[in-house]
């Protein structure tokens, strides 16, 4: 068995356990059988005129490839990449990606990777999306992109992603969907440097790590902090999510973004000092929306959709001192084949032509339903919910706990206009608080951003939200 060293080089952190970065990896000798690449070999080379399922080493010291943008490592099926301690992969700022093409069941294991130019939306590491792909004990950092693709069954586990200029992770592929991935064991750190939705804004093209059309995902155990964006961020049809005992803390934005998704179990998390700087900037901008430490947007529990579960479970969290808790968010506007929908191309997981969902069509079962990516069957419960009044820029637009939407109005042939959707999220879609923990002055907002309410309206009729939670030492059954 292949043994990939860690050597712990940083201070203790609040959470040690959790963080792979500033440590030494590296698999100390080459297993028989490998071929050993020096510094200063052509890697682009050795790959080309070896077999399918060749082993490479790569010895101590930094490693170039080819002198112009498309120099790059082109697998083949099967093949291994192992990087001493001290072994880097330095694109120069002048190669494009490290290790591309669609070969099947590569491993890349105790490499440094750095200094690559990715283009916007691409990666540098498993740039094609090869599929089931073992990505494992690296540090891919001070890349522009993002630090890797991803292909179905890719398993990524125990690397150090900072730094880099797009994502930590882009779990996207052109032409098709996604499936079974473990991210595992990480540290998603400092990415979004190049600050993405400031270059193009409302792009939707920033975070720690994007998951795009993913069907069944682990991500478990992972560091994701300080990440100039939203921490993890599920967007457009994914499915099948589990999100569990992870440490999510100071992310500008959302610690997670779980948006036209479905079926998701958040479990066993810590989020802590989440979405200080977005909510500060809305703060001050007198935008009175409720940014939450957890967003779910026009997501919910479809019980149609093969999953482990049919809700969105969010359990057994701490949510420590972010801006705000949980929103659950509908926009009456953004449905499949709907102008305001920015997701354009897509239609819910539902229907099938996009076409469908217009008028008069759209005004009957099923499509009055299906044509929307309804938030549904959301549960919290068992949470703890923590928060200092006194944060810096607080005033009355933090601290808070939501279930909304806004007033309809778009297109003229829309069904969902007026309190339509306002009062199904509220209400009818099986939405629900109960058995959570409370410290602070929380207050909640339902309907729509102008009604915030005390925890007493927030558990009193109409809304009988919290039913046996605790706000300090009081518990209201």
Excluded at 200 to 217: E, L, T, Y
Excluded at 341 to 351: E, G, I, P, Q
Excluded at 426 to 453: I, K, M
């Amino acid at each position: 068995m292949l043994q990939v060293s860690v050597e712990t080089t940083a201070e203790a952190s609040e959470e040690p356990a959790r963080g792979v970065c500033g440590t030494t990896v590296g698999v100390p000798s080459a297993p028989e059988g490998a071929l050993v690449v020096e510094p200063g070999t052509d890697l682009t080379d050795r790959t080309r005129f070896s077999p399918p399922g060749t082993t490479f080493w790569l010895a101590p010291g930094t490693h170039h490839l080819s002198d112009d943008q498309f120099g790059q490592v082109m697998p083949k099926d099967g093949n291994v990449y192992l990087g001493a301690p001290g072994a880097v992969l330095d694109g120069r700022r002048l190669n494009r990606a490290a290790f591309t093409t669609s070969a099947k069941d590569v491993v890349i294991r105790g490499l440094t990777i750095r200094g690559f130019l990715g283009q916007q939306d691409q990666g540098v590491v498993n740039h094609d999306s090869g599929e089931r792909w073992t990505i494992q004990g690296n540090v891919i950092e001070d890349n522009d992109g993002a630090a890797m693709m991803t292909g179905s069954g890719q398993r990524v586990i125990g690397n150090c992603l900072r730094n880099n200029g797009q994502y930590g992770i882009n779990a996207y592929r052109a032409g098709g969907g996604l499936s079974d991935l473990l991210i595992e064991g990480n540290e998603i750190t400092g990415n979004n440097t190049g600050d993405w939705e400031t270059k193009i804004p409302g792009c939707g093209c920033s975070g720690g790590a994007k998951f795009w059309a993913v069907n069944r995902a682990d991500i478990i155990g992972n560091f994701v902090h300080h990440n100039h964006g939203v921490g993890l961020w599920a967007d457009t049809n994914n499915n099948d999510f589990l999100i569990q005992d992870n440490v999510i803390e100071d992310n500008a934005s959302e610690g997670l973004f779980y948006e036209i998704s479905y079926n998701l179990d958040l479990i066993g998390n810590t989020f802590r000092r989440n979405a200080l700087v977005q909510g500060r900037n809305r703060a001050a901008k007198g935008d009175s929306f409720p940014v939450g430490s957890v967003y779910i947007s026009e997501s919910g529990g479809e019980p149609r959709l093969p999953a482990r579960t049919s809700q969105i479970d969010i359990r057994g969290n701490l949510f420590s001192d972010n801006w705000s808790g949980i929103t659950l968010w509908e926009n009456a506007d953004r449905f499949c084949n709907s102008p305001a929908n920015t997701s354009s191309l897509s239609c819910t997981a539902l229907v099938s032509p996009m076409s469908t969902c217009s008028d008069p069509g759209i005004t009957t079962a099923p499509l009055y339903s299906d044509c929307r990516w309804k938030t549904q069957r959301v549960l919290v419960h068992e949470n703890t919910f923590e928060f200092d009044e006194s944060l810096e820029g607080c005033l009355d637009r933090c601290g808070r706990m939501a279930v909304l939407s806004n007033y309809g109005t778009y297109p003229a042939w829309s069904p969902y206009r007026g309190n339509v959707i306002s009062e199904a999220i509220t209400f009818r879609q099986e939405n629900r608080w109960y058995d959570n923990q409370y410290y602070g002055p929380w207050r909640f907002v339902a309907q729509d951003a102008s009604r915030q309410l005390t925890s007493a309206q927030w558990q009193a009729e109409p809304y009988r939200q919290d039913v046996c939670s605790g706000f300090g030492e009081t518990v209201t059954c």
